[in-house]
């Protein structure tokens, strides 16, 4: 942002004041944060530029006239009606305590700025100009120290390194191929980037409750806190309609420059069954069989192995009932929240070994590589997705202990996770559900 810009002043009820406090979360330096609210003000009002830092008024009845509640970065959303216009306040960085109000801020600016200021603050939406801004900011510095500076922060974009890029790519893959299987709606909502470390949920904006209320008594499995144990601290989010109930876990234990690829754990609850998915990246066309993909080739061999004979119809899979998968996935520009999967190929754990033992997967200079050039058949986005929700792929019986074994060692390799307990009914001839997706 540049040393000139101006400020914006959006002056907004005590009644809003206090809603604003109760949508707070987490905090920083003594100033909880509100991702996003929209607000109303009148058209008579000034419009801010794009992106402009605010400082949010409210009237105040006790003392001062009126009183900041916080920073925030306000945007145009255009018209609301005949009479108003619509902003959208996001990032916004409540104060706590009383650091800045007329008295406050009077105290550290010149005659004219005052007046400017407290003009502005009457009119409930107003811009002010650049002589008029640089004092009132150096004055929010001196008063509130590190807020601006976050603010600030907020507003500049985000630069995200590759590896971060990668695994969030993969986690969003593994989400969207869920809620492609439980016929859901898998446009995700607005998403931002989280700290470079933390899974691809944690970037969601969207009601934070239900991602915290982790042994709920609705959970379609039970102690999820427990299934990931104190590896990492899980991000979950729950999708669903009339219908069908999702809840997706999200979860790394690794920093970003020793994460070593993605598993996804899918649950189907009415049939008990379970697919792991394990994601690895195409360079160009073909993907390396080194020894770390091995090591990992044996422990889903030890993970097939878990699976129960079927007892009833319910539990009947086609051909060899492997619960294992790997997706040869190609990265591509990344978009969180359009409803695209990653262009890539899905190969059954068995196939894989017949590939590794027939020579197939046998390179020019005799190493192992597996991609388009040697693997002649394999199941596509759609063909996996539609096996998976109707529950013709993978193995029954596992246990919940076994569900909990899987996930710690899936982020005791390196590797991060993705979850997913499903509660819908799977049926191979269903229509699309048509029910709207809610995040919770």
């Known amino acids: 942002m540049s040393a000139h810009e101006r400020l914006f002043i959006l002056t907004v009820e005590p009644t809003q004041a206090e809603q604003l406090k109760l949508m707070a979360v987490g905090g920083f330096s003594g100033a909880a944060v509100v991702d996003r609210f929209d607000t109303q003000v009148r058209r008579a009002t000034d419009s801010p530029g794009q992106g402009r830092i605010t400082l949010v008024v409210t009237p105040d009845e006790d003392g001062p006239a009126w ?39 009077h105290r550290e600016l010149d005659q004219a700025t005052r007046i400017a200021l407290t003009e502005a603050v009457t009119r409930q939406a107003a811009e002010l100009t650049e002589a008029r801004s640089d004092p009132i900011r150096e004055a929010v510095r001196r008063l509130a120290p590190g807020v601006l500076e976050a603010v600030l922060a907020d507003l500049s974009p985000p630069r995200l390194d590759s590896a971060s890029v990668d695994r969030w790519q993969q986690e969003a893959d593994a989400v969207r191929l869920v809620l492609r299987a439980a016929v859901l709606d898998a446009e995700l909502p607005e998403w931002q980037p989280p700290d470079r470390d933390a ?7 969207g009601d934070p409750h239900e991602a915290t209320l982790i042994d709920h008594d609705i959970r379609i499995l039970p102690g999820w806190q427990e299934l990931v144990g104190g590896a990492a601290r899980p991000e979950i989010r729950v999708f669903g309609n009339e219908h069908r109930r999702v809840e997706i876990l999200n979860a790394n234990a690794t920093t970003a420059e020793a994460h070593l690829g993605v598993d996804l754990v899918y649950h189907l609850a009415p049939v008990n069954g379970f697919v792991l998915v394990q994601y690895k990246k195409l360079v160009g066309d073909t993907t390396a069989v ?58 059954p754990l068995d196939f894989v070994d017949l590939l590794l033992a027939d020579g197939s997967a ?30 013709w792929i993978g193995t029954t019986g596992v246990t919940l202990q076994q569900l909990r074994d899987i996930a710690r060692q899936t982020l005791d390799d390196g590797r991060s996770l993705v979850l997913a307990a499903d509660s819908g009914e799977p049926h191979p001839g269903r229509r699309r559900l048509t029910g709207r997706r809610r995040n919770l």
């Open 67 to 105: 009183r900041v509640v916080g920073l925030a970065i306000t945007e145009s959303a255009g018209r609301g009606s005949t009479f108003h216009r619509r902003l959208q306040v996001r990032v916004l960085r409540l104060l706590d305590g009383d650091r800045l109000n007329e008295i406050t801020l």
């Open 362 to 391: 046998t390179g020019a200079r005799g190493g192992a590589n597996l991609g388009y050039g040697n693997v002649d058949r394999h199941l596509t986005n759609t063909q996996f997705t539609q096996l998976l929700g109707a529950g």
């Open 199 to 205: 899974p691809f949920l944690a970037g969601l904006i």
């Open 290 to 347: 080194d020894d770390r993909f091995r090591r990992q080739l044996a422990r889903m061999r030890r993970i097939d192995a878990l699976g129960a004979s079927p007892q009833k119809s319910a539990d009947y899979r086609p051909g060899s009932r492997t619960s294992c998968f790997v997706k040869l996935a190609r990265s591509q520009e990344f978009d969180p929240t359009a409803d695209q999967m990653m262009q890539g190929m899905y190969l």
